[in-house]
């Protein structure tokens, strides 16, 4: 394992530092927090890149200023997308959302353009690029789109077309100046071409430091093998479930007494026949659960709605709130919401599909997927599980679901510079085939070739860093439950743990690297925050410690109604990484004891 990088300290830096596609910023007071919610310039002005679903990157935006400036209106503002069928989908949304145009679509409009390398010889390849042009007041709304769906150009893409632009902007300017030269006698001028421009010293090294940090550490793989990578990761999703499970069969036969509980717990269990071919890639986890819920609406009754049960990441149920017929939701996630909703369908109310998290965020609870899978069974409805927080080494959640879905951007990549996300079908359930067929006639593979590359690299290593993950949260969740000045602490240890335990893998199974802690108000909250030094902003599953106040970057504008599903304002989520078991211990030690009594 490499060795965890000490985090910047300023506000809006890269996390890692120095990291152009970053999936996080720095926030290193609570105060940070608040400014960067309230769009205060004291924290947005300094950001370097932020979570790229909620903070567009500033080489996505460049790219989008270009191409806004050849297309567009003075009075009109754009967004980029990868594909056409995506543009259309935002514009579908939009014309559902933004009111002018309800009566008036042509104010919404899609401009393609291939972005064409000038020199037929440079070793760029073309890249088809769409933007969606609507008038600047509804940006807010294009945004929601692009926050909820995920389904984004990634700003190592923008960066490739940018370098085709710059580069073709070059020989452009070169034509015009030897035009311009003046033809003298043309007895005495060189018969030698001219020379090419000298490339700016900081320019040069620039690009050298890139090529030997990709190179010489392995970093990355030449961009053909894109393919390559892609298979991979699939295969590895695959393998890693398909191992898991093999395990758990094979314990499930064990006689050893100390499993004789968990197979009490777990009984009969086991996935056959999962292959590469049942494992599908996305621009991000967001874009996964987008795209499950979309083909439960193309196999099912579109006019049902679904459930999300338990208090889920905010665009989960965003997502099942604005596209389709809307949600039942069942924001507590425990067995009394279980006889609600099973009162609800014996009633004779039907629904499509059940969206669910193992275990949720931020309150780390697993709902009884024995119960949500014999109801699923009984009434046919699809089960949908996000097993990001879990992950494949830990949780067995195929077993109970027609498809998982999961953010590769987290513990699977670990790096914090790359964006994916994956979706596994079940091929032992009833609406397996129906679900493949609507996939294959929509599918697009959005993923961008680099992102792949980076992706594949870094998941090489996933399994191993989940294990010390799972060990250092576990010992640092067993020091914080029993301080003085922690009032609670979430984690599926100490959270519904009977129904965790039920679907945890025997075999290398721990609890995650994710728990939360409530300490007594506000004001403690933020002292052991603004003194806990470790790396502080979005995101999850990072290599290093990583923690925020989640309640406010995730619920600022709806803090009361959170509170209603016990996630109050001040809860500090911790996402825990590689470091040294001792060196964490002190690192919470250290921000405890700054903690006024």
């Known amino acids: 394992m490499s060795v965890v990088p000490e985090p910047p300290t300023q506000v809006g830096a890269a996390i890692p530092a120095h990291t152009p596609h970053a999936v996080s910023v720095m926030f ?6 608040i400014y960067y919610e309230e769009g205060n310039p004291i924290v947005t002005a300094k950001m370097e890149c932020g979570y790229p679903r909620f903070f567009i990157h500033p080489l996505i935006q460049q790219l989008c200023a270009r191409l806004l400036a050849k297309f567009g209106q003075p009075t009109e ?17 939009m014309k559902r959302y933004y009111e002018p145009a309800h009566s008036h679509s042509g104010l919404l409009r899609i401009a393609e353009f291939d972005i064409t390398p000038a020199d037929a010889s440079s070793e760029l390849q073309p890249v088809r690029t769409y933007i969606l042009l609507f008038p600047k007041d509804a940006f807010k709304v294009a945004k929601q789109y692009w926050q909820h769906a995920g389904d984004n150009i990634s700003s190592r893409m923008a960066e490739y077309c940018l370098r085709i632009l710059d580069e073709n902007q070059r020989i452009e300017k070169e034509k015009e100046a030897l035009l311009k030269r003046p033809k003298g006698n043309r007895r005495y001028q060189s018969a030698a071409p001219s020379a090419a421009p000298t490339p700016k010293k900081e320019d040069s090294c620039e690009a050298e430091h890139l090529v030997y940090v990709e190179e010489r550490y392995g970093r990355n793989l030449p961009i053909q093998f894109a393919d390559r990578a892609k298979r991979a990761l699939r295969r590895r999703i695959a393998g890693v479930i398909t191992e898991a499970e093999e395990e758990n069969m094979l314990a499930d036969k064990a006689t050893q007494s100390d499993l004789k509980e968990q197979r009490n717990l777990q009984g009969d269990r ?16 967001m874009s996964a659960i987008y795209h499950a819920h979309r083909y439960a609406m193309t196999i099912g009754n579109a006019d049902l709605k679904s459930v999300c049960f338990g208090f889920p990441y905010t665009d989960t149920l965003k997502i099942l709130q604005k596209f389709g017929a809307g ?13 609600e909703l099973e009162a609800l369908l014996q009633s004779g109310d039907r ?3 059940l969206f669910c998290e193992l275990p949720s965020n931020p309150l780390l609870k697993s709902p009884n997927m024995r119960r949500l899978r014999a109801l699923a069974d009984q009434y046919d409805f699809l089960i949908v599980v996000d097993e990001t927080i879990g992950n494949f080494c830990n949780v067995a959640a195929l077993e109970w679901a027609d498809m998982v879905v999961s953010s590769l951007t987290k513990v699977f990549s670990g790096d914090s510079n790359v964006m994916g996300g994956s979706m596994v079908l079940n091929p032992n359930r009833k609406h397996y085939h129906s ?3 609507a996939i294959e006639a929509d599918f697009e593979d959005l993923i961008w070739c680099e992102d792949a590359i980076f992706m594949e690299r870094n998941s090489r290593t996933f399994k191993a860093r989940s294990n010390i993950i799972n060990e250092n949260a576990e010992a640092l969740c067993d020091f914080l439950v029993n301080h003085p000045k922690v009032q609670s602490v979430y984690y599926p240890k100490f959270v519904s743990r009977e129904n965790y335990d039920a679907v945890k893998n025997v075999n290398g199974g721990g609890y995650g690297g ?3 802690v409530v300490l007594q108000h506000e004001n403690a909250a933020s002292q052991f925050y603004d003194n806990l030094h470790c790396a502080k902003g979005p995101s999850l599953g990072t290599n290093f410690t990583l923690a925020s106040p989640y309640t406010i970057l995730a619920h600022y504008t709806e803090l009361d109604w959170a509170a209603q599903f016990g996630v109050p304002r001040h809860l500090v989520r911790v996402s825990v990484g590689l470091e040294e ?17």
């Open 28 to 33: 290193p007071k609570w105060q940070d927090n």
């Open 77 to 93: 503002d754009g967004m980029l997308f990868p594909s056409r069928k995506v543009a259309e989908r935002c514009r579908d949304f």
């Open 270 to 285: 086991g996935i056959k026949g999962i292959a590469e071919d049942d494992v599908y890639l996305f621009p991000c986890g």
């Open 327 to 339: 949600c039942h939701f069942y924001g507590l996630g425990e067995d009394q919401q279980i006889d």
């Open 351 to 353: 629904i499509l599909s």
């Open 435 to 437: 679900i493949k067929s």
């Open 514 to 516: 994710l728990f939360s």
């Open 581 to 597: 078991r001792d060196r964490l211990l002190k690192m919470f030690k250290d921000a405890l004891d700054a903690v006024e009594a």
